[in-house]
């Protein structure tokens, strides 16, 4: 019994903390995001490299306080949890290969050989006016988690009028899971 006990405590361990934990995109902004999220290997090189295939398309005022953020626990549970589901990733084994993988791919899924060796990382986006469907000049950037080996990119943006930011940090809950934010003022 105690046996079983322990290969299921670790077996829900290593599922809690397989890619790194939850991430959330908190836009506090009068603007409209659209990006992508990348996740890729911090240690022994950086791929591979899983990011949405898709353009993700973040509403303004969407965030955790009004319950319209961005929440995505893993590859596979957000397209039936997230407000903003993706249904297929890509996934970069090497600079030479690419493919395009369903959200519920064995090697996405908690526990899998792709969601064990990533963690989420960065971001590519603009942000638009959503009454004219027009970029907002100067609100667009790649930003990194600081401490990511594979992207050399700030964690902060200012735009040059300092009107707008954007910031992506981790936390450690008092649990041990890693949660990712961008955070988008």
């Known amino acids: 019994m105690k046996k079983l006990l ?12 397989s890619q790194g934990g939850t991430m959330i995109v908190n836009n506090y902004s009068v603007y409209e995001y659209r990006g992508a999220l990348i996740a890729n290997n911090f240690s022994g090189g950086c791929y591979p490299i899983i990011g949405t295939t898709d353009t993700v398309v973040i509403h303004p005022d969407s965030h955790i306080g009004n319950g319209q953020a961005l929440v995505y626990p893993n590859y596979k ?6 407000l903003y589901p993706m249904p297929n990733w890509t996934v970069n084994i090497s600079a030479t290969s690419s493919n395009v993988r369903p959200w519920n791919h064995g090697s996405l899924m908690p526990g899998g050989v792709f ?17 004219t469907s027009s970029y907002v000049t ?3 950037a790649n930003l990194s988690i600081a401490g990511n080996p594979c992207n050399g990119s700030g964690d902060y943006f200012a735009t ?5 930011s954007a910031e992506m940090f981790t936390i450690t809950t008092s649990t041990g899971l890693v949660e990712t934010y961008l955070q988008l003022y």
Do not use: E, H, R
Request: net charge neutral; aromatic share 14%; charged share 10%.
């Open 138 to 140: 100067g609100f667009n």
């Open 160 to 164: 040059p009028s300092g009107a707008n």
């Open 77 to 82: 549970d957000q397209f039936t949890l997230s």
């Open 115 to 131: 969601s064990n060796n990533t963690k989420w990382s960065s971001t590519k986006f603009a942000m638009y006016d959503t009454a």
């Open 6 to 17: 322990t290969i299921l405590g670790v077996t829900v361990a290593s599922l809690a903390y």
